[in-house]
Structure formats: C-alpha cells, structure tokens
C-alpha cells in the first residue's frame, strides 16, 4: 500500500490526485486533524508527529510514503528519509521541478503556510536547479481555516487572497507554485487574482505525476504495493467532526469513510 | 498555585486578570499551542487533551484549576470534576451568570468556537437561571486565527466580525457573551458591530472575579495556595514561535518567558 499522510483533509487532494493517476495501487491516509494546523508549529513538533504518523502507517502495511503536507515535508523529510527502511516521497520536491521547468522568466512564486515559508525550502530548492531565477514567497495563514469552514467562494476570502497575492503580483511573477495541499481549493479565485497569464503549479497534481514515475522506475516496490489483500483505500484521521467528513467528500466527489485512531 | 489552562494564548487574557485582581498569589499557566485549536475537536479529544494538561498542572503544584478555554469548559468541565482531587473553575460559569444577571431584556447573545457553540452550553445555562430569557447563538471559527495572525484591526475582520455579528444583531440582543478568549482583543472591533448599546460580557474579567470570590468564601484554599517557595508567575507551552511570544506580550503588556513542555 501507499501510506500517505497529512496534518488534516488537505492532503486528501493528493490522495485523490494519486488515486486517479495509479487507480490499481492501495492507499492508506493519515490525516491528522488532531493536532492540526501544522503550518504554526515549531520544526521540533513537526518531526515528532511526523514519526507518529510514520509509524502508524508502516504498521498498516504502507510500503512507500508520501508526506502531503508542505508544513511537514519543509521540516521533517531528511529526518523521515532517515527513520525509515521505506521510500520517502514529499509533495515539495516534484513542484520545485515543474516550476523550474515552466518558468520563463524565472520569476516564481511560492504561497504557502507560516513554517513552510519560514523553512525557505522553495527558494533554496528552485535556486539550486536554476541558479538564475528570483524566487518570491507569502506566508498565506488564514487561508487553511477559510479552506477548512468552506468559505471557497467569499467575499472577504478573495480580499484575503488579493492581500496575500500583491506583493507577488508586483514582483511580476510567471509562475506560482501552490505550497499547500488546502489551495488548489481555492485555484478558481487564486487564478485571476495572480493575473491569468501566471502559470498555477497544484502540488497535488504534480505529487501523483512523481508517484508514477517513481513506481515506473521501481516495478518491484509497485509489486509489492500492489501484493495486499486490502483491496479498499482507507482513510484514517486522529480525530473526526462533520466539517472534516463534509470537506473530504468535497474533495473526493463522493462519501469518504474516515476511521478515527488515537496516535 | 492557581493553574490555568488553554487551547493555546488566549487564556492568556484570562491569567492577566487573575493576576490583576489577586496579584499576591502565583499562577502556573499551561497553553496547549502544539494541539490548538481546541475549538474544533471531539468530544472525546477534548476531555483526553484537558486531563493531559491538568495532570501537567498538579504536577506543578497547582491546588485550584482554572479551565480557561471556553472549548475545553463546554466539554470537559464534569469530566474534570471527577478526575480531580483539587477544586475546578470554569470559564463558562461566571459568564453564564453575569449574563443572566446584566441582560434587561433576556435576549442574550454569545459568540464562541464551533465546539463551543456545539455543546449549547450557554444556552442551556442561561436559560437554567432565567427561563424567559432567549438566546442567540453563532459560531465564529475564524475569529481565533485572526487574533493569533494580529489582524485586529484589519478591514477583512471587520467584515468577518459584521457577517458573524448580522444574525444576532437582528435578534436585537442587549447583551452579548464573548464565549472564547480570544475575543476580548477584538472587543473594540466588536462594540461598535453588534451596536453600542449591547453590553459585553468579557469572560476573561468575570472568571477572574470568580476566582476572588471563591477564594474569599474558602480561605483555607487561599493559605494554601499562598504557601509555595514559588515568587513567579510560570508560564509553560506545548509548542513555541514568535508570533506565540508577541500574542503573550501584547495580551500582558509586557514580555513574557513562556518555557516549552511535552506532554
């Protein structure tokens, strides 16, 4: 199976993304509403949890990982990589990649929430495959609670998003990489705030394209991924309320069974 | 010592005005900031993270608990009755109380979290101490992140306090219960939208004053929880960043050594 985990129903979004993209291979999903939001807590906490999380996914029979969460794969993906006998995928490295491929003008842009714009993992990474190219960053914390109340279509969410998005927007961006598994939920009102000609970069999206190419490269790990009597994808959270059930049937297009366990 | 707990900073306002009406007795503060928000778990996640933190507290020295989230009040107040040796306070009474006692004309509204809005907590009080009294509820989820990001004076939080505010302003309510506390920063955003005529009730001040009293009608409690070696005020968290140490600071006017603690 592929374990997947997130901080809460955002990473859902790459769940479903890889779910469409490899409909033959298993999932586990972790989400961990309970000790969400991850983007506001300090490096220390985020590895720790990240291993609870880990841990819980090797013991239901995961075989390759994916950290959904930009918050947590900014912080914790080295320490992971280390912790575990699996492979470590995480939903930063594939956007860094097709940003630096799309970009024309090398003005790219990353939104995304408190820890992942604090631990300047885009900049760094973007820069390190294209040395010449300018990368511009905004923390953008309101936008997961607005996400999570399902305020998609607000008012006060597009002023929140053209605040957030000016300082981008001046700097002419030509790209903007989504650095948040809760965004590409907000891609209908973040399009024509950023200017239409910007090319949007869904982490999600590309996250599942690495999936697949990884398992291309690795027919024996997708052997043995596929080598389950599971034959369901599951879906478990740390912690359940009606608008996690609401937003992960949102997200799916259809009921999604969530199991609550306490990590 | 008198410990206090919370999801995360805003019980902050409330140990500031303990610590303001009885200056000579120590406090032990604990904010849960690695596990906030409080105000949208179960039930269940609720009353296991308030016995962690009460635990926490005891172990201290504590010998009077302060339940200062309005969240964890609503939902693991009798829980933490019987698991604890030592007397429990709840944010909620006083409020409940002061409420019923200020309103004129018993339409009394209360703003809180999801959770808190949820337990229909206040309503069933308020109505317990005077049965004619209507009250009007609304959950106001986004209020919390907008405090902890500092947007207290900002054009979307107005907009937001309007929205959130509109249905209990048509109720024409004379007073309103600011049932999360982290609303009384926003009290001067607040007043002027549910009209100027509406008396707040602030929770952080009314629990403080209930915490006097009780200590007033149990001087034993008092001696004992004057008789510590402890001359300072503690301060502990769950997790740290900056934007915990400036929220401390704003709601105490001064700076405050918050030391990090796992639970």
């Known amino acids: 199976m592929i374990g997947i985990f997130d901080s809460g129903v955002g990473g859902m979004t790459v769940a479903r993304a890889i779910e469409q993209l ?14 969400t939001p991850y983007g506001s807590k300090s490096p220390e906490t985020l590895v720790r949890y990240a291993q609870n999380n ?10 390759l990982i994916v950290i959904a969460c930009n918050s947590a794969a900014s912080t914790a993906t080295d320490a992971l990589q280390q912790y575990c006998t699996v492979p470590v995928l995480d939903v930063i490295t594939p956007a860094v990649v097709k940003a ?36 511009f960053s905004a923390a953008c914390p309101l936008l997961v609670p607005l996400v999570e109340e399902g305020w998609l279509n607000r008012r006060e969410t597009k002023m929140i998003l053209r605040r957030y998005l000016h300082p981008l927007r001046r ?26 000609r910007v ?19 690795h027919p024996d790990l997708r052997k043995r991924l596929q080598n389950t009597t599971v034959t369901e994808n599951r879906f ?3 912690d359940c ?23």
């Open 199 to 217: 090319k949007l970069i869904d982490s999600s999206v590309v996250m599942a394209g690495q999936v697949r190419d990884f398992l291309v490269a």
């Open 241 to 263: 309320t009606d608008i996690v059930e609401e937003t992960a049937a949102r997200i799916f297009g259809r009921p999604i069974k969530l199991q609550t366990v306490e990590l």
């Open 171 to 196: 700097q002419q961006v030509d790209t903007l990489v989504l650095g948040c598994t809760h965004y590409p939920l907000l891609k209908q009102l973040i399009g024509p705030r950023i200017g239409s």
């Open 100 to 135: 630096a491929e799309v970009s024309k003008t090398g003005r790219i842009g990353v939104i995304g929430t408190r820890a992942t714009v604090r631990s300047r993992i885009y900049s760094e990474r973007i820069t390190a495959l294209r040395p010449e190219a300018r990368v």
């Open 236 to 238: 478990y959270v740390s």
């Open 54 to 63: 880990v841990d819980f996914l090797l013991a239901q029979g995961a075989r």
């Open 22 to 35: 490899c409909p033959d291979l298993p999932l586990v999903y972790f989400g961990d509403i309970a000790r």
